[in-house]
């Protein structure tokens, strides 16, 4: 029953922002943890960002500094993001709603390309 969407990707010069959006529908959002990961073609897919149901976060050695994730419980929705994005970046972004033993959703993936 669960569902999640992602949004916010696009095309953005080296030096830009962006902002990724994770909307969660038909589950009890707050009780979830809520991670990013990334996928570029070729390579294996990467946890980028977690935080907990509680607010505990994490950030992988690659994006610290300039990533920034939170969640709006109020909303189901939680967010990611993106500053000074370089050519590294660039991947497909995957929002991941999870629990164990009572869940875990994955949302279809938005693109993000850093590209002069």
């Known amino acids: 029953q669960g569902r999640i969407v992602e949004s916010g990707g696009g095309l953005v010069q080296p030096g830009g922002s962006l902002r990724l959006s994770c909307a969660a529908s038909?589950?009890?959002?707050?009780?979830?943890?809520l991670g990013w990961h990334r996928q570029a073609p070729g390579k294996p897919r990467e946890l980028v960002a977690y935080?907990?149901?509680?607010?505990?976060?994490t950030y992988a050695d690659s994006v610290k500094g300039r990533f920034t994730i939170s969640r709006d419980n109020a909303n189901d929705t939680g967010y990611l993001q993106m500053n000074r994005l370089i050519s590294d970046d660039t991947a497909r972004y995957y929002c991941?709603?999870?629990?164990?033993?009572?869940?875990?959703?994955w949302g279809q993936g938005t693109q993000v390309t850093v590209s002069s």
């Open positions: 991941n709603v999870v629990r164990e033993r009572r869940g875990n959703y």
């Open positions: 038909g589950m009890i959002f707050d009780i979830y943890d």
């Open positions: 935080i907990t149901r509680t607010g505990s976060i």
